[in-house]
């Protein structure tokens, strides 16, 4: 059986600088037809910064939709023409000052495939040197290290809850466990 919408008339509502927002008319494997609502996203990257000492480079930022702040891996959108490794490199910079003698993938992961197409890359990021931040206007950002085996108690005791970070702690763990 295919499972496969075909899409038979797509309604674009909004537009905006993160993502936009449509409307699709679907026609279902049953032949009946449903309205889809789709935010369309270009991308984002996610940074595993791991320091020799086995501390993971976080930072804490309020985020609106849910009403408070969130401690996070370093994270952001992947600008036009502009490759994940490349945008992992800026917003590494951007949010905690860090650059990354060595940066490599990890892994990508849909973050919510119901209603977006939002896909975050995970870089691993490791010799780090300290410098400068550089915040786009607007953000308001805390930065913290935090040794691996305490986010994974903090992981299970529910004070860590962003996707793309609790992925990344687990594969920090496996990392550093095979050190």
């Known amino acids: 059986m295919s499972y496969e919408e075909k899409t038979m008339k797509s309604d674009k509502l909004y537009e905006g600088k993160l993502f936009n927002l449509r ?9 009946k037809y449903s309205k889809r609502e789709i935010i369309e996203h270009p991308g984002a990257v996610s940074i595993l910064a791991i320091t020799e000492d086995d501390c993971v480079v976080l930072v804490r930022q309020y985020r609106k939709a849910i ?12 600008e036009i023409n502009e490759e994940p490794v490349e945008t992992a490199k800026r917003e590494l910079k951007e949010e905690t000052g860090f650059t990354a003698e060595k940066i490599e993938y990890l ?14 890359y995970i870089f691993l990021a490791k010799e780090l040197t300290q410098g400068e931040t550089d915040f786009d206007d607007g953000e308001f950002i805390e930065t913290e290290k935090i040794h691996i085996d305490e986010l994974v108690k903090m992981v299970y005791l ?6 793309k970070t609790i992925i990344g ?3 920090a ?5 095979k050190k």
């Open 67 to 78: 009403e408070r702040a969130l401690l996070e891996l370093p994270a952001g959108k992947i």
């Open 23 to 31: 409307v699709d008319t679907v026609e279902l494997p049953d032949k």
């Open 158 to 163: 529910g004070e860590i809850v962003d996707s």
């Open 107 to 120: 892994l990508e992961f849909y973050t919510s495939p119901g209603f977006t197409n939002e896909k975050v």
């Open 169 to 171: 702690i687990q594969f």
């Open 173 to 177: 763990k496996r990392i550093l466990d």
